[in-house]
């Protein structure tokens, strides 16, 4: 199975920004879809963003205008940048990939990583 680990988490002021990464293990050769997606405690887990093999980015309504999701098939890695955030942004963001790698089809999440913005 391929192993995705995030990085970029981290403490910020609100109005500040972040860019998150997440690396993959391995080539991906092909991508069905690529997203984050953010769970703040005591609430469910929600879409952030979406980046499809083919076809056009999707946003969470919360996100829109602030967020942008972009990848790099050299590296292998998924970007979230983050600007302008906001203390409702406070949440453990992960990283989702669902491919085909080296040897098998995968469907991968990251371990997760904090983010925590403040007033």
């Known amino acids: 199975q391929v192993q995705l680990a995030e990085s970029g988490g981290g403490l910020v002021q609100a109005g500040g920004s972040l860019r998150l990464s997440c690396a993959a293990s391995?080539?991906?050769?092909?991508?069905?879809?690529m997203g984050w997606y953010r769970q703040a405690p005591g609430k469910q887990r929600e879409l952030v963003a979406t980046?499809?093999?083919?076809?056009?980015?999707n946003y969470g309504d919360s996100v829109k205008g602030r967020f942008t999701i972009s990848r790099d098939n050299v590296k292998n890695t998924l970007y979230l940048q983050m600007n302008s955030l906001q203390p409702e942004d406070t949440a453990v963001y992960y990283c989702?990939?669902?491919?085909?790698?080296?040897?098998?089809?995968?469907?991968?999440w990251g371990q997760g990583t904090q983010v925590i913005v403040s007033s």
């Open positions: 391995e080539r991906i050769f092909s991508i069905n879809n």
């Open positions: 989702h990939i669902q491919g085909r790698g080296n040897l098998r089809a995968f469907d991968s």
């Open positions: 980046i499809p093999g083919v076809g056009i980015t």
